[in-house]
């Protein structure tokens, strides 16, 4: 949020450089990010760090200037000359200010046109290029005539994009003055965090920043009292949620004339970020950023023409489902019941506390003015500027919380400042409708508690005494070490019982200084620390992935059935549905990591020539008669594209297949010491027929491994390569992971490598074979791998050859040739016993 100092100096005098402003405003948990500078004079050394930008105003280059007398140019119709005296003596200057041509010819002026004269040499802004440009001025001769200064339009100063004219100011502005001592400014960008939404206002910072500085918080008077027609009798309020709708005042304004707003509150509301339109609409503005509150601008002509010259009736509903409205921003919105309106018998106005409709926004020739201040259930808010995509001043404070109390004293102010400004009366009284009042949270707060917290004793009076400065009604309690604290009624934010405690703690802290709490040791037993065998297994198995070349993930928990229905087909009801879903298309929890996983891909397959992800996370299962889903930890890795990645001397088009995720598989499992892996061939919806399969640790299943289906290839747009994917549940795999594992010595003796193939039957798996050979072999054979697989009529049509690659060793002495053939003979043997395999001699 953006707040002017000139506005702050409204409520607190402030004498302090800008820079220790700045950290006053940030240790009170207002940080700081930026200070714009608007004319004023930045730090020499800013010890703090604060950023500043911004130009500012030189006293002997920036000054109020005024100008006498405009004329015609001889030889331009768009340029006139102007006679300005700057305080010095009368100079004639060049212009080409399109708000100057009435004034052409006219003589001299009575009273002069006050403005902003700056002389040559001084830095500014462009007003010819788009943003802010900065330029020097120099003298140069235009159209036959030598010019060295300038009037100057907003934007050439810094005060905002508009530059089709120069700046006139009020006719008391002093001629001479520096500018910077006129309207110089100052502009500090606040991040105002969500537990400070009570600060989206100048009051609110302002009340912050005397709080801190032990200085009174200044009050403003109303200037303008009622004197109008009775409100009684010209429009009623109903309320028919008050959970939703607590508090709806209203409040009226007749004879009012739209019409630019004062310079000074032009500028203010500029500064502050919003643009200013008229009179009427600016002073609901206006006291929105003054206090926190949003308000609305009703044209009461308008609203007594929808109901036929009848009083209107302002109901406060639960939208329709299909509802449709047209906000002020041009956009024909359809609503639904979850979202509150403010309505009338004809329809509805405005979505409740976001953005008024068009059909009653306040209009250039609006007299009559209706005003809405209403407080609402900032929850609902939320989800309806979420719905909507509709963001606007009044949803960024009322979906934060805003107390009813303020509603009855903003609603005057407004009144006041929209007859200040725009002429008219107020009606006397208001309608305020109150069904459901907040109730002030009241807690006690001892001083044991709060050095507890602090680690640092602060006494309780001088606590009773922060708290006075931020508006809380405090008693000390009989026994002199705590006190009881009334929430002052402008605070949503200050609970109650433990959280209350902590909420009061937290505001004295504030106030004592963050920079005062000295850093001490807990004086509590710190309890023991014991380590998470499942986050260490994750991590460990994460570790094993990222070495075999795959990159980790991280995709949303939430998603919608629709989503899933992409992989596992038909959308199913067995989901954990989230009852304030972030957005509407994650309105539930996850059950599989797939599809998040598979999107991922989606995304990423045309940016590289292969890819390799994994995620390891939670999925969400629902239990049948039970509040709570069952969580599991799961692993999901997909690969696809190129097995090798081009060079400049090789340009490999192989591509990854079902082998190679299973090698990262066989990988993992290596380096989790895990023993007896298998896999089974199985049926997978979503995967290719005949290349999938379970995977499994001894006799428990863990997990499925196949190629993507390829019509779920198409439907997820992942080109022509295979993908493959693998699923495990790491909840059954790390129970029977064991870190006490056996380790071998490396052999000292030699290897003997021989190479077998044999014909089996076609249905026969490798895995079996492979598991007699290395059965049969004993603890000589090292190594077993399967490295072809040939098929031929000359061996039978139902039949295929397994060669092997073997490899014997011995830990104790050198195998001769002999000791070899032994151990190949009985693998053979053995084979033709069991599997009827045949050894095949060519």
């Known amino acids: ?96 200010a399109p708000n100057l041509y009435p004034f052409k010819g006219a003589g001299r002026l009575d009273p002069p046109l006050k403005v902003a004269y700056v002389r040559e040499g001084a830095v500014l802004y462009d007003g010819h290029k788009a943003g802010f440009e900065l330029t020097k001025l120099k003298r140069t001769k235009i159209r036959g005539f030598e010019t060295c200064s300038m009037v100057c339009s907003e934007k050439e100063l810094g005060l905002s994009e508009e530059s089709d004219g120069i700046i006139i100011f009020d006719p008391d502005a002093p001629t001479g003055m520096p500018l910077a001592d006129y309207i110089g400014d100052a502009v500090f960008v606040v991040d105002i965090l969500p537990n400070m939404a009570r600060n989206a206002c100048i009051r609110g910072v302002a009340r ?28 009623s309020v109903e309320i028919r949620d008050p959970e939703l709708n607590p508090r709806f005042i209203l409040g009226y304004a007749e004879g009012l004339r739209a019409q630019p707003s004062p310079q000074w509150v032009q500028r203010r509301l500029n500064a502050a970020g919003m643009r200013p339109i008229n009179s009427i609409v600016d002073a609901t503005n206006y006291v929105m950023l003054e206090t926190g509150f949003p308000l609305h601008a009703f044209d009461y002509d308008s609203l007594k023409k929808r109901v036929d010259g009848a009083a209107p009736k302002i109901i406060t509903r639960r939208a329709e489902d299909g509802e449709i409205l047209r906000t002020l921003d041009d956009v024909e919105r359809r609503l639904d019941s979850s979202m509150m309106l403010v309505t009338d018998e004809a329809g509805a106005l405005s979505i409740a506390g976001i953005m008024g409709g068009q059909e009653s926004e306040i209009l250039p020739g609006t007299k009559n003015v209706l005003l809405e201040s209403a407080a609402w259930n900032f929850v609902n808010i939320r989800k309806t500027a979420a719905k909507l995509r509709l963001n606007s001043e009044a949803g960024y404070r009322n979906s934060r919380g805003v107390h009813p109390h303020i509603a009855r004293e903003a609603c005057a102010a407004c009144l006041s400042r929209m007859v200040e400004w725009s002429g008219g009366r107020i009606a006397p009284g208001l309608i305020d409708n109150y069904p459901n009042a ?58 109650e019982g433990l959280i209350g405690k902590a909420d009061l703690i937290e505001e004295v802290a504030r106030v004592y200084g963050y920079d005062r709490i000295p850093m001490t040791r807990m004086s509590d037993e710190l309890p023991p620390a014991y380590s998470n065998p499942m986050i260490l297994f994750e991590n460990k198995v994460r570790d094993e992935l990222v070495n075999a070349g795959l990159n980790e993930i991280v995709t949303y928990r939430m998603t919608s059935p629709e989503r899933e229905a992409r992989v596992f087909g038909a959308e199913t009801e067995r989901y954990v549905r989230l009852a304030n879903p972030i957005s509407p298309d994650r309105t539930v929890m996850r059950t599989s990591l797939l599809p998040g996983l ?33 969580e599991e930890i799961r692993l999901t890795a997909a690969m696809s594209g190129k097995r090798l990645t081009d060079s400049w001397d090789s340009h490999s088009k192989a591509q990854i297949d079902f082998f190679d995720l299973k090698g990262v598989l066989e990988a993992l499992v290596t380096g989790l010491h895990l023993e007896k892996l298998s896999l089974n061939p199985t049926l997978l919806p979503y995967c290719h027929p005949g290349k999938a399969a379970e995977i499994r640790l001894g006799d428990t299943a863990v997990g499925v491994i196949g190629e993507l289906h390829p019509a779920l290839g198409k439907a997820f747009d992942l080109g022509l390569n295979p993908v493959v994917v693998m699923d495990l549940n790491l909840e059954a795999i790390q129970p029977i992971t064991d870190e006490n594992y056996k380790v071998r010595p490396i052999s000292t003796f030699p290897m003997i490598f021989e190479d077998i193939a044999v014909i089996v039957d076609e249905t026969l798996p490798a895995a079996e074979v492979i598991a007699l050979i290395r059965q049969t072999g004993g603890k000589l054979l090292k190594q077993v791998e399967l490295f072809d697989i040939f098929r031929s009529e000359a061996i039978g049509a139902d039949k295929k050859s397994l060669a092997f690659s073997l490899a014997y060793q011995s830990d104790e002495k050198t195998l001769t040739d002999k000791d070899a053939t032994a151990i190949r003979n009985k693998i053979v043997r053995r084979l033709e016993q069991v599997l009827k395999a045949k050894l095949r001699s060519a």
Not at 16 to 22: H, Q, T
Not at 451 to 480: H, Q
């Open 1 to 96: 949020m953006n707040i002017p100092l000139s506005w702050l100096k409204d409520y607190v005098d402030l004498d302090l450089p800008l820079e220790e402003i700045a950290c006053v405003m940030t240790m009170a948990g207002l940080e700081v990010d930026e200070v714009k500078l608007l004319g004023l004079a930045g730090p020499d050394n800013d010890r703090h760090g604060f950023k500043f930008t911004g130009l500012p105003w030189p006293a002997d280059k920036f000054v109020v200037a005024e100008i006498q007398e405009v004329n015609p140019h001889p030889d331009a119709d768009r340029l006139v000359l102007c006679e300005l005296d700057d305080g010095t003596g009368v100079r004639t200057i060049l212009t080409g």
């Open 208 to 235: 912050e920043i005397a709080a801190q500085l032990n200085k009174p918080l200044k009050t403003q008077a109303l200037t303008v009292q009622p004197s109008g027609t009775p409100l009684d009798g010209l429009a």
């Open 598 to 630: 598979l999107e991922v891909v989606e995304r990423n397959v045309r940016l590289s020539d292969t890819i390799g992800f994994f995620e390891i996370g939670p999925v969400f299962l629902p239990i049948a008669g039970k509040a709570l889903p069952k």
């Open 438 to 495: 907040a109730a002030d949270s009241v807690n006690e707060l001892s001083e044991a508690e709060i050095g507890r917290a602090l680690g640092v004793t602060i006494p309780i009076a001088d606590a009773a005494e922060y708290l006075r400065r931020l508006d809380f009604v405090i008693e000390l309690n009989a026994d002199g070490k705590s006190l009881k604290a009334t929430t002052p009624p402008y605070r949503l934010d200050i609970g």
